[in-house]
Every structure is written in structure tokens, then in C-alpha cells.
């Protein structure tokens, strides 16, 4: 059964950071683009980061660029986001995912999906 799950949500002060994590089990996702996603409050679903399988490209959402950074360890099968300076506004749920292109994690329709960690950034 393939597995992601996230884990390192909380609650933090604007201007904080958190580390959230995302455990893959089931496949080996080494040759898988890795990504996040969040959804806040009566808000669709957004792409916030993602990660290539081979060059170790990066992309962000406009909205978190220069604040959050996505790294991956394959040999792990793990994927990360290291959120810095958090504003109220990145308060949502975070979700990983994994596809094999860059392009279905940008547009939010990866193969695989997590269940999801709170991120709640209080002002």
C-alpha cells in the first residue's frame, strides 16, 4: 500500500518556522517529482513547492519564494519543506505529494497525496 505522510505541523508566531516532513512507503518515489501543496479555509487548494526527481530543480509559488524551501532525500524517500518567516496567511492544511512529472504537482493532480498536516501561524 503506498503511503505519504506528513508530519512537523503546529502552531507558531508570525515570523516563526516549521519543518514539515513527509514519509513515503509502499513504492520507492526516487524517480518521482516531490511536492507540497496547502488549502486554506474556504479556499482551493495551491501549489506551493516542488522538487524534480534528476536535477534537483525547485519551484515555488510566488507567494512563498525566498521564504520556504523544498529538499528531498531519496535514499530516505523522504521530502521536506523548511518554512521561514511565516505569516498569518500561510495558515492551511499542508499536503505532500508525488508524480512523475513536475507539471501534475503544479497543477495539483499528482498520483499520489498525503492526508495532510495544520499549519496554523497566529498574528
Known amino acids: 500500500q503506498v503511503q505519504l505522510v506528513e508530519s512537523g505541523g503546529g502552531l507558531v508566531q508570525a515570523g516563526g518556522s516549521l519543518r514539515l516532513s513527509c514519509a513515503a512507503s509502499g513504492r520507492t518515489f526516487s524517480m518521482y517529482a516531490r511536492g507540497w501543496c496547502r488549502q486554506a479555509p474556504g479556499k482551493e487548494r495551491e501549489f506551493v513547492a516542488a522538487?524534480?526527481?534528476?536535477?534537483?530543480?525547485?519551484y515555488y509559488a510566488d507567494s512563498v519564494k525566498g521564504r520556504f524551501t523544498i529538499s528531498r532525500d531519496n535514499a530516505k524517500n523522504m521530502v521536506y519543506l523548511q518554512m521561514n518567516s511565516l505569516k498569518p496567511e500561510d495558515t492551511a492544511v499542508y499536503y505532500c505529494?508525488?508524480?512523475?512529472?513536475?507539471?501534475?504537482?503544479?497543477?495539483?493532480?499528482?498520483?499520489?497525496w498525503g492526508q495532510g498536516t495544520q499549519v496554523t501561524v497566529s498574528s
Open positions: 522538487i524534480s526527481w534528476n536535477t534537483g530543480d525547485t
Open positions: 505529494n508525488a508524480d512523475r512529472g513536475l507539471i501534475g504537482l503544479r497543477l495539483g493532480q499528482a498520483d499520489y
